[in-house]
C-alpha cells in the first residue's frame, strides 16, 4: 500500500500540473490588476472634470430688515434665520428644533409671523422682514415685552424671542382677545419650561396697555 502522502504533491492538480489553488490565486491576481488599470485609466479624466460646478454659488440678496435694507452673497439654499444670525449678526431669533415646530425662531414677513428656520432668505426680497430686535430700538420696550418681565413669562429664554413675535402679530390681528383665544391662537410656538400661564397673562396685560392707549376698554 503507498503513503498517502507521497500522492499529497499532486492532490487536486489538472493535467497541465496546476492545482486548483495555483489557478484561482493566478485569477484573482488577473482581476485585481485588471481592476487596478481601469482606475487608473478614469483617473485623469476625473481629475481633468474636477473644477465641474456641482451647485449654485454665492449670489447676491437684499433684504429689508427692521426699517433698513441689507445687501449680501449667499447661497440660494441659505435660510432667512441663518443669512440674520451668520452674515448680520442679528441673532435675536434662536435656533432650536430647525424643524419648523417649536417657534424659537419666529420673525415677522410683511407682519405675518413665519418659521424663519424653513423660509429661504432669497424668499424674503422684496418683503418687509422684522424681528425682535426692531421692538426694543431706542430702550424702550414693546408692551408685550414688558408684560413678559411683569409675569415672568421665560425661563431659559430660548423660545422667548419666538413667543414675543408671534404675541405681537397675534395682539395685531386680534387685539382684544379672551384667554381661550390666546391660548388658540399661539399653539405654533412651544415653551419646554412650561411657562405658558405667564405668556398668556402676558398677553392679556399687553392688549390692555395697548388697547387702553386707544380708548378701547378690553376683556376683564
Same mark, same amino acid.
Given at each position: &500500500?503507498?503513503?498517502? !502522502?507521497?500522492?499529497?504533491? +499532486?492532490?487536486? +492538480?489538472?493535467? !497541465?500540473? %496546476?492545482?486548483?489553488?495555483?489557478?484561482?490565486?493566478?485569477?484573482? $491576481?488577473? $482581476?485585481?490588476?485588471? $481592476? *487596478? &488599470?481601469?482606475?487608473?485609466? %478614469?483617473l485623469p479624466a476625473a481629475a481633468e472634470g474636477s473644477t465641474q460646478i456641482l451647485g449654485p454659488g454665492e449670489t447676491q440678496v437684499t433684504?429689508?430688515?427692521?426699517?433698513?435694507?441689507r445687501q449680501l452673497n449667499i447661497e440660494p439654499r441659505v435660510t432667512l434665520l441663518d443669512a440674520l444670525r451668520n452674515r448680520l449678526n442679528i441673532t435675536g431669533s434662536k435656533r432650536v428644533c430647525d424643524r419648523a415646530t417649536c417657534g424659537a425662531c419666529t &420673525?415677522?414677513?410683511?407682519?405675518?409671523? %413665519?418659521?424663519?428656520?424653513? %423660509?429661504?432668505a432669497i424668499e424674503a426680497q422684496g418683503h418687509e422682514? #422684522?424681528?425682535?430686535?426692531?421692538?426694543?430700538?431706542g430702550g424702550k420696550l414693546h408692551p408685550v415685552m414688558s408684560a413678559f418681565v411683569e409675569n415672568d413669562a421665560q425661563q431659559c429664554g430660548f423660545c #422667548?424671542?419666538?413667543?414675543?413675535m408671534?404675541? *405681537?402679530?397675534?395682539?395685531?390681528?386680534?387685539?382684544?382677545? #379672551?384667554?381661550?383665544? *390666546?391660548?388658540?391662537?399661539?399653539?405654533?410656538?412651544?415653551?419646554?419650561?412650561?411657562?405658558?400661564?405667564?405668556i398668556r397673562q402676558a398677553v392679556l396685560d399687553a392688549a390692555r396697555v395697548m388697547m387702553a392707549?386707544?380708548?378701547v376698554e378690553v376683556h376683564a
Amino acid at each position: &500500500m503507498k503513503n498517502r !502522502d507521497e500522492d499529497a504533491p +499532486h492532490r487536486g +492538480h489538472g493535467p !497541465d500540473g %496546476v492545482s486548483r489553488r495555483d489557478f484561482l490565486r493566478g485569477a484573482g $491576481v488577473a $482581476v485585481s490588476g485588471s $481592476v *487596478i &488599470m481601469s482606475e487608473a485609466a %478614469v483617473l485623469p479624466a476625473a481629475a481633468e472634470g474636477s473644477t465641474q460646478i456641482l451647485g449654485p454659488g454665492e449670489t447676491q440678496v437684499t433684504l429689508r430688515i427692521n426699517g433698513q435694507t441689507r445687501q449680501l452673497n449667499i447661497e440660494p439654499r441659505v435660510t432667512l434665520l441663518d443669512a440674520l444670525r451668520n452674515r448680520l449678526n442679528i441673532t435675536g431669533s434662536k435656533r432650536v428644533c430647525d424643524r419648523a415646530t417649536c417657534g424659537a425662531c419666529t &420673525m415677522l414677513l410683511d407682519d405675518r409671523p %413665519v418659521y424663519s428656520c424653513t %423660509v429661504l432668505a432669497i424668499e424674503a426680497q422684496g418683503h418687509e422682514v #422684522t424681528t425682535i430686535e426692531r421692538f426694543s430700538e431706542g430702550g424702550k420696550l414693546h408692551p408685550v415685552m414688558s408684560a413678559f418681565v411683569e409675569n415672568d413669562a421665560q425661563q431659559c429664554g430660548f423660545c #422667548t424671542p419666538g413667543f414675543v413675535m408671534a404675541c *405681537i402679530a397675534f395682539l395685531k390681528a386680534n387685539p382684544n382677545p #379672551t384667554r381661550e383665544e *390666546i391660548e388658540k391662537g399661539l399653539g405654533g410656538n412651544l415653551c419646554r419650561c412650561g411657562t405658558y400661564w405667564g405668556i398668556r397673562q402676558a398677553v392679556l396685560d399687553a392688549a390692555r396697555v395697548m388697547m387702553a392707549e386707544k380708548g378701547v376698554e378690553v376683556h376683564a
